[in-house]
């Protein structure tokens, strides 16, 4: 059995997850493009080592934000630690909100990881790599003006190229896809509250990154650090860079209910934040019955 949570930040994924492993003796592989990279923690809401409950996890903090992470190191990666944690009888939890990682490491995508030399893209209009980057994965967003940025997630696009069966399939029996959701004005009271109370640490974070690997890509084009970096170079105000962390979440937020939507098979249950036991208990039931 392998078991597959996803949905938007602070819907709960962590919450559930930690209880899933503890009933099912799972190990939790992370799904999150960004938490891949050591450092990147109050603005990719990493989970900290007392959420973990003494509970394994897998694929976060493997790599230095100065390094290149990708499509094929996910799957690649993904896969060794599924069968991994299945030699060791236990149940592989996959968790986060980057789809197309999920779905490339579950379904038959080929892979092949390229070296090229970066492109300038000079032929195409902004519209138009921007229609490419959404092409491959919707859920990213970026400023369709920004053509440096534009550039930049293209080139790492193509550096990780897949061919598309004409037969997708899941690769693996007995899988789960389990989805949270919540109304979205308390999806978006959430997102906003959690950003306030991390607001003054996520600056220093962001702050002694920045100072550490001012050339980092995933800096550049994450949420949360592209924004206040614009402000530390002048280029808006912070309130400006605040107001624009919030709206490009809530964004991708919705990005992400579109992905899964259309492209996974999910069984979504809706948080109750009043008594997540209950939430817990519906899921159980759910992969229980089944």
Wanted: hydrophobic share 35%.
């Amino acid at each position: 059995m392998i078991i597959v949570l996803v949905g938007p930040t602070a819907v709960g994924k962590t919450k559930l997850s930690i209880e899933l492993a503890k009933i099912y003796n799972g190990e939790i592989i992370n799904a999150d493009s960004t938490q891949v990279y050591r450092g990147l923690n109050i603005g990719t809401a990493k989970v900290t080592e007392r959420e973990k409950s003494g509970i394994p996890h897998h694929l976060i903090d493997i790599c230095s934000p100065c390094e290149e992470y990708n499509l094929y190191n996910y799957q690649k990666d993904c896969r060794e630690a599924i069968a991994a944690i299945q030699k060791r009888n236990k149940v592989p939890i996959i968790v986060g909100g980057t789809g197309l990682y999920i779905k490339a490491a579950l379904y038959n995508y080929e892979l092949t990881s390229e070296a090229s030399k970066d492109m300038d893209f000079a032929s195409l209009t902004n519209e138009q790599i921007y229609e490419k980057i959404m092409a491959y994965d919707n859920t990213i967003v970026i400023d369709s003006h920004n053509r440096r940025r534009l550039v930049r997630c293209l080139n790492k696009i193509q550096k990780s190229t897949y061919q598309k069966p004409k037969d997708l399939s899941i690769i693996y029996n007995d899988v789960y896809f389990i989805g949270l959701t919540t109304d979205q004005e308390i999806l978006y009271e959430k997102i906003n509250s959690r950003f306030d109370t991390m607001l003054v640490d996520l600056v220093d974070e962001v702050k002694d990154l920045y100072r550490q690997y001012p050339s980092s890509r995933v800096l550049q084009s994450a949420i949360g650090y592209k924004e206040l970096i614009s402000f530390f170079n002048d280029e808006c105000t912070f309130k400006d860079s605040i107001a624009k962390i919030k709206q490009n979440t809530r964004n991708y937020a919705k990005r992400q209910y579109t992905f899964f939507r259309h492209q996974l098979p999910v069984k979504w249950f809706t948080t109750d934040y009043a008594d997540f036991t209950n939430t817990i208990n519906a899921v159980v039931n759910y992969i229980e019955k089944d």
